[in-house]
């Protein structure tokens, strides 16, 4: 009995009863041999047979009406065969033997497609579960770190890196050495739904990230997501995944290594070997299979892409947008003050974006806190100030006379800090909008005699029209001060 449980796969119990029923039967031996021999009924008998049938269409229709129990939140096989022993009384399964055909009424075995592919069509993309490491040599501290595996499913051609993460520039630079190592781009690259290749994943569409799009464009490929929960997809690289395991993962940590580096050449060395093995009962290799499939990969790029990264800001009220990477601020035109755009950066350049149009183009600062500054994106009073200095000021006074020339750059040589002068200057030169231009560079001359130079001075002069009398440089008393009864005279004090 214990053999032929083994031989068949069921429980001894089972085995004795059916010995049973059929000593209790009378069968002759010689009836077992022939074929016509229908031994369901003398064995199972009528009555146990009907209970069978009966208890398994109890459980089929209980299956079928739980069927979609199982998106509810709480639910278990558990749970759900507790309730099915209430519904069934006293005629139920066992509990395995109850697990066993939930899953063929739920779940039937279905038969798999073997998919002929073609040179130079698709490069599938996935990460192993497990991980390697290496060691800081500072700390002593293991560092785990994700491995990338790739694979060309037309020569099997397998490509694996290791990495620090799963990030999106990491994983979008895996993907960048895998094309390098395979010296080409397919036309497409399929990939899981991981939050560094999917924004949003869909049954039918994805929303693809945007810099594995660039990247796809700069490659001339395409970028291909699987359904969502179904690993039969990529069933190809989750068999390279195994192999790596077994091939390389096995041999790589024998050894110790300090950097990630020193990880990766290991890899490599023993990613070669496998290539070059011999596949099972074959007389060629990954290697030689992808000889063929090399020819039709489309030619890499003259060079290597630049990861870009996407960011959305506001304009701030003093026309500047934050990159939160750098921690700096560049320019906007003015007229995008309070509006939403979109930040599109590397290492190099950074472009703002309005409504899908570039509005503004910077090149990227790696110091921190800077404003990074165009001054055509400035109003017109912003971009004057911006300009603000002695010469500035000393160009623009000199358009309105010599003289005003002569008094502004005074004034300004007489402040330690030049920019407290120029709000006098400023007020100096609004004058000629209230007076006449030459009138205010005649008050300037007369003041320039003073030793101190103010706008109030300049103010004065021409509030009480002291430009209007005549004033020479060598002039006496009576041709400064008007001659009236009042004035008593040079001779008076003798």
């Known amino acids: 009995m214990r053999k032929i449980s083994k031989l068949l796969g069921i429980d001894r119990r089972t085995v004795k009863s059916y010995v049973e029923r059929y000593k209790a039967s009378g069968i002759d031996p010689s009836e077992l041999i ?50 099915y022993r209430v519904l069934s009384g006293e005629s139920y399964y066992s509990r395995a033997h109850f697990y066993r055909l939930i899953k063929q009424i739920w ?57 620090p993460s799963q990030r999106q520039e990491d994983f979008i630079h895996g993907i960048m050495n895998a094309l390098e190592y395979v010296g080409g781009s397919p036309k497409g690259i399929v990939t899981d739904n991981l939050k560094s290749a999917v924004t949003k994943a869909g049954k039918y569409q994805s929303v693809i990230n945007k810099s594995l799009q660039g990247m796809a464009l700069h490659y001339e490929t395409t970028i291909d997501p699987t359904r969502t929960y179904r690993p039969k997809d990529k069933a190809l690289v989750e068999g390279a995944v195994k192999i790596c395991y077994n091939s390389i993962f096995y041999e790589v940590q024998k050894h110790s290594y300090f950097s990630l580096r020193d990880l990766n050449v290991s890899i490599l060395e023993q990613l070669n070997k496998l290539n070059d093995r011999p596949l099972t009962n074959t007389d060629y290799s990954r290697s030689d299979q992808y000889k063929h499939e090399k020819s039709h990969l489309h030619p890499l790029p003259s060079q290597r892409y630049e990861v870009k990264q996407y ?12 990159c939160s990477t750098y921690k700096n601020y560049y320019s906007v035109p003015y007229r995008y003050i309070g509006k939403q755009v979109e930040l599109r950066y590397d290492s190099r350049s950074l472009e703002i974006y309005y409504k899908n149009g570039r509005i503004a183009v910077h090149t990227t600062s790696q110091a921190k806190g800077q404003y990074v500054t165009q001054t055509d994106h400035l109003s017109s009073n912003n971009q004057a100030y911006t300009q603000w200095s002695p010469d500035y000021f000393s160009q623009i006074a000199a358009s309105y006379g010599a003289n005003l020339q002569c008094y502004v750059d005074g004034l ?69 001060i008007p001659i009236h009864d009042n004035v008593r005279g040079q001779d008076y004090y003798q």
């Open 34 to 83: 022939k074929p016509e021999t229908d031994l369901r009924v003398p064995l199972c008998l009528d009555q146990p047979h009907k209970e069978l049938d009966s208890r398994y269409e109890i459980l089929k229709n209980y299956a079928e009406q739980q069927r979609n129990s199982r998106r509810r939140p709480g639910f278990t096989i558990d749970n759900l065969y507790r309730d």
């Open 311 to 322: 960011r959305k800001a506001k304009v701030q009220k003093m026309g500047y947008v934050l």
């Open 107 to 163: 779940d039937p075995p279905q038969g798999s497609l073997r998919i002929n592919h073609k040179y130079g069509e698709k490069l599938y993309v996935d990460y192993t579960g497990k991980k390697l490491s290496y060691i800081d040599k500072a700390t002593g501290e293991q560092i785990w770190v994700e491995v990338l595996v790739t694979i060309l499913p037309a020569s099997q051609y397998i490509y694996m890196e290791a990495m």
């Open 412 to 480: 300004i040589d007489q402040r330690p800090y030049p920019e407290q002068a120029y709000k006098q200057v400023q007020g100096i030169l609004s004058l000629v909008k209230q007076y006449t231009a030459t009138r205010v560079d005649k008050a300037c001359y007369m003041a320039s005699q003073h030793p101190h130079r103010s706008y109030k001075m300049i103010k004065e002069i021409l509030l009480n029209n002291q430009d209007k009398q005549a004033l020479k440089l060598q002039g006496t008393i009576e041709e400064i």
